[in-house]
């Protein structure tokens, strides 16, 4: 059993294990960086980079609940031109683990217009589209819903860069797998299945959270993102997918190994425990590599 047995090649790049942390539960690296061997993981998904500084929605912006959380942070970043600033300091830090960056918009050309922004950013192994943004142009339905505007997004973005394309997907699709397609078809290298599944839970007769609807992660979308995994291999054999959702344990990280994932994220266990990631990765290595 050697370390390094975990390593493998996606998106043309070595990833020294499988192990990511998910987007918008490690912000951009630098509060975990005390508390945890970033250098250890396979990468990091960055928070949602979007355009223009995003404030997010208002408080509470999460809410637990015994399948997990509930959260409703409204997508809050610095916005381009700051995060340009951040992530060279990230990356110079940072010797074998990836950085992913996750790209929001909320018209079809944002999408594009922050991507253009961030290529000189040297050091950026990818960029993860979370497509489950409304597009505040076609009444708030989200990008991922509507195959045209999932292909105009990818095509927009193709243009803007040479870096692996990951289009992002929410598990409430009705035909996830469908949409996987119309974004390979488009120029995606790569789908992350999932995102989080829309939520409401009420305390009394208040919303729990401040914006009322929210997302639902950990461990009861585990099953969820397993199938949604399995559904976009079925239909794309040859294209790499992050699984994520609801991964507590190395068992659940090879529930999605099984399903086909070729590389898997942790959002909601890490919040709470900053050294589960580098437990698994242990675990795996000595069991698995
Ligand atoms: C607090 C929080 C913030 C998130 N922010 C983002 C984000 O900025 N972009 C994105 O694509 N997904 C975001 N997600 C979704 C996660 O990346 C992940 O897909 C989801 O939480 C399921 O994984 P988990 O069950 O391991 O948390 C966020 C999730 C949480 C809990």
Same mark, same amino acid.
């Given at each position: 059993?050697?370390?390094?047995?975990?390593?493998?090649?996606?998106?043309?790049?070595?990833?020294?294990?499988?192990?990511?942390?998910?987007?918008?539960?490690?912000?951009? !690296?630098?509060?975990?960086? !005390?508390?945890?061997?970033?250098?250890?993981?396979?990468?990091?998904?960055?928070?949602?980079?979007?355009?223009?500084?995003?404030?997010?929605?208002?408080?509470?912006?999460?809410?637990?609940?015994?399948?997990?959380?509930?959260?409703?942070?409204?997508?809050?970043?610095?916005?381009?031109?700051?995060?340009?600033?951040?992530?060279?300091?990230?990356?110079?830090?940072?010797?074998?683990?990836?950085?992913?960056?996750?790209?929001?918009?909320?018209?079809?050309?944002?999408?594009?217009?922050?991507?253009?922004?961030?290529?000189?950013?040297?050091?950026?192994?990818?960029?993860?589209?979370?497509?489950?943004?409304?597009?505040?142009?076609? !009444?708030?339905?989200?990008?991922?819903?509507?195959?045209?505007?999932?292909?105009?997004?990818?095509?927009?973005?193709?243009?803007?860069? $040479?870096?692996?394309?990951?289009?992002?997907?929410?598990?409430?699709?009705?035909?996830?797998?469908?949409?996987?397609?119309?974004?390979?078809?488009?120029?995606?290298?790569?789908?992350?299945?999932?995102?989080?599944?829309?939520?409401?839970?009420?305390?009394?007769?208040?919303?729990?959270?401040?914006?009322?609807?929210? %997302?639902?992660? !950990?461990?009861?979308?585990?099953?969820?993102?397993?199938?949604?995994? /399995?559904?976009? /291999?079925?239909?794309?054999?040859?294209?790499?997918?992050?699984?994520?959702? %609801?991964?507590?344990?190395?068992?659940?990280?090879?529930?999605?190994?099984?399903?086909?994932?070729?590389?898997?994220?942790?959002?909601?266990?890490?919040?709470?425990?900053? $050294?589960?990631?580098?437990?698994?990765?242990?675990?795996?290595?000595?069991?698995?590599?």
């Amino acid at each position: 059993m050697t370390a390094g047995s975990l390593a493998r090649d996606v998106f043309s790049t070595r990833f020294q294990n499988p192990i990511l942390l998910a987007a918008g539960t490690a912000g951009f !690296g630098h509060e975990l960086a !005390g508390v945890m061997d970033l250098d250890g993981l396979g990468g990091l998904v960055t928070k949602a980079v979007s355009l223009l500084p995003r404030e997010g929605n208002p408080a509470p912006r999460v809410a637990e609940f015994a399948g997990g959380m509930l959260n409703s942070v409204g997508l809050a970043n610095p916005g381009l031109q700051k995060v340009r600033q951040l992530l060279p300091p990230l990356l110079r830090r940072l010797s074998r683990a990836r950085i992913l960056v996750n790209v929001v918009g909320f018209t079809e050309r944002e999408y594009a217009e922050v991507i253009a922004g961030l290529e000189e950013v040297e050091g950026i192994t990818a960029y993860e589209l979370n497509l489950s943004c409304p597009n505040t142009s076609a !009444g708030g339905v989200e990008f991922g819903a509507d195959p045209d505007s999932v292909r105009r997004v990818i095509q927009d973005c193709r243009r803007a860069t $040479r870096r692996p394309l990951v289009a992002k997907l929410s598990p409430a699709l009705p035909d996830l797998a469908g949409i996987a397609v119309a974004a390979v078809s488009a120029g995606a290298d790569g789908i992350s299945a999932v995102n989080t599944m829309p939520g409401f839970l009420s305390a009394g007769d208040r919303p729990r959270l401040g914006n009322g609807n929210g %997302g639902v992660s !950990g461990p009861a979308l585990l099953p969820i993102g397993v199938q949604a995994v /399995r559904r976009v /291999r079925e239909r794309l054999p040859d294209t790499p997918v992050i699984g994520v959702g %609801g991964v507590r344990s190395a068992e659940d990280v090879r529930q999605y190994l099984a399903a086909g994932a070729s590389l898997v994220a942790i959002g909601t266990a890490q919040l709470a425990d900053p $050294r589960l990631p580098a437990r698994i990765i242990r675990e795996l290595e000595t069991r698995d590599g």
